[in-house]
């Protein structure tokens, strides 16, 4: 998924989007309930209207805000207080109230409001906030069976399994949630939040046996391409991430031989597409020298150009990453593709 | 012709201005000369090719730079001495290496060297300046007769007509410049340079009877949306400007209404398009309240969809104008259009 946290994806038009093969966008309730207001709307007609994409979208429940604003919130059993990061008000946010704006936004399916905390957070803080996690979801899912869904469209709820970088937590809350209700997919929560790779890839591993097979595992907040590999390899089927958006305006290109700083005096007059054989409307008009003329004079269309061509490049990484599974070659193509790609990476600039 | 000074019309795609009906560009000889360099776009296969854009454009010369960056140049009879806006490097350019950088540009229509001068200058001033510009134009078409098209592409090289606000000095150029050759075209320079409107419609109307009516006139640097229906009363069949793109990016919509400012707080829940009846993709996809938001969240698709809407809206006037001129009811078209358009126009902010 790409992520449109302002009911837009940055730098790029819906239609950049299709055009890439974007099944499905990601959005946040947290930031759309403060701007322009879940209730604005709801009455413009939800966010597939209000933004005109058709697609699935997923609405994030404010539960990674706990974590990324943590300097503006204080957490009780009740809710999250925040202080508004755009002119300091107060805003609670409790399951019951994140319901409701997941409701009025109308994305197809909604996370339940969590407590996401650090990714190197010790055992004790791992279970509190693990086990009122659950809790919330408990009312969550109350509140989301009594409040009517905006459009007359249904919508899923997603659960999310906590418990940080401790197995036995991750493990404990995986079996807590299953038993709950029949969920229509699982949401993995609290990783890519400062712990180590190796953390991330151990969780993923043990909640492997655990998550039912027939439905859809969304590991959240990743990734860069070497992640979704990753995570693919370890049973995840859904992600997002600001990386191919965020890193395409600064100047970054996900290529299938590593990443290249398009700014890089190289290529001044580089004559070839940003990846070679790419299909984006980016790489099939215009040359690495051109690309890299928009940046070095500021022009916006150089961070359209990037952005598409990124957004473009996981999908269809994802696209040959589930080919290789219907045809039982994962494994190999996967080890092979991820030695390539870490072998030619450019650093940052 | 929508402006792309650096070789991109700021913040759309060629795909956007081809679907808005654009039927030509404009770009700029003295700023792809210091960068990226009109000799790497040579190298790149000429302009068409570097911008992905496969309709006519036209390049100016540098001669509104002389204008515009008056305070880095010097100005003498074979030429003038920039220093270089970016790096302060000098930078000589002459009517002959105006013509090499042109032609390396491999633009359709090329303009002359010209000197221009602010719009209030007295007839001394004007005198040298026009006199000065026609010296120059005979060492353009000596030059361009000389070099060879970069891309075997014929190109048109068009004079432009100086002479300030002095009728006489313009008739006297206009005469001057037919004199010297069978031209394809005339460009109107030296307006919407600081003069009074009333000073600009009289101008036009004076040369109204001096050009050829079966050449294409372009009047340079304007406008908006009122200056372009009053240029074609006075017989003007070309215009180019950044309004559309600038006051885009800054928030206002030109609309059959006036203009109106998308940030207002009255269009935080405005259901309608930016204008009633606009086939744009901004206004059959979007609400004024949807682009609203885009501004106020600072996202950039909100600058890309009002550039897009206002040189929709200006292609889309002028087809108008053409149909107009057609069917003989263009005058009292204009009119009308002229009247409704000022008396709603919101004030900019």
Chains 1, 2 share one sequence.
């Not at 953390?199 to 969304?218: F, G, K, Q, T, V």
């Not at 991430?241 to 005096?265: E, Q, S």
Request: a negative charge; hydrophobic letters at 40%.
């Amino acid at each position: 998924m790409a992520v449109g946290t302002l009911a837009t994806v940055k730098a790029l038009d819906p239609e950049d989007l299709r055009a890439a093969g974007s099944q499905m966008i990601l959005s946040n309730a947290y930031h759309l309930h403060l701007r322009p207001g879940d209730e604005l709307i709801r009455q413009m007609g939800g966010l597939h209207t209000f933004m005109a994409w058709d697609r699935p979208i997923l609405t994030d429940s404010g539960g990674f805000q706990v974590f990324s604003l943590s300097a503006l919130r204080t957490v009780d059993e009740d809710g999250v207080e925040f202080r508004s990061h755009i002119d300091g008000s107060a805003r609670r946010f409790t399951p019951e109230s994140v319901m409701q704006i997941e409701r009025n936004l109308g994305a197809d399916v909604i996370m339940q409001f969590d407590h996401v905390i650090p990714g190197q957070s010790d055992a004790a803080t791992a279970r509190d906030a693990s086990e009122r996690s659950i809790r919330w979801l408990a009312r969550c899912r109350e509140a989301f069976n009594r409040i009517e869904p905006a459009f007359g469209v249904p919508q899923a709820l997603f659960p999310i399994v906590q418990g940080g970088i401790h197995e036995d937590l991750r493990v404990e809350a995986a079996k807590a949630i299953k038993g709950m209700h029949d969920w229509q997919g699982f949401g993995i929560g609290g990783l890519s939040v400062g712990e180590a790779k190796p953390d991330m890839y151990r969780i993923l591993d043990c909640l492997h046996a655990e998550l039912p097979s027939d439905r859809p595992r969304y590991l959240m907040g990743v990734g860069f391409p070497e992640d979704l590999v990753e995570g693919v390899r370890r049973g995840v089927d859904l992600f997002d991430c600001v990386a191919p958006t965020r890193m395409g305006r600064n100047g970054t290109a996900f290529t299938n031989d590593g990443r290249i700083n398009i700014k890089r005096a190289e290529y001044r007059d580089a004559g070839g597409p940003l990846d070679e054989g790419c299909t984006c409307s980016a790489c099939t008009r215009f040359t690495r020298a051109y690309i890299r003329h928009l940046f070095v004079s500021d022009e916006m269309l150089g961070m359209r150009l990037l952005s598409l061509h990124n957004v473009h490049f996981l999908v269809a990484l994802m696209r040959t990453a589930r080919n290789a599974i219907g045809t039982r070659t994962f494994d190999a193509w996967s080890r092979q593709w991820l030695d390539r790609y870490h072998s030619r990476s450019q650093p940052d600039e």
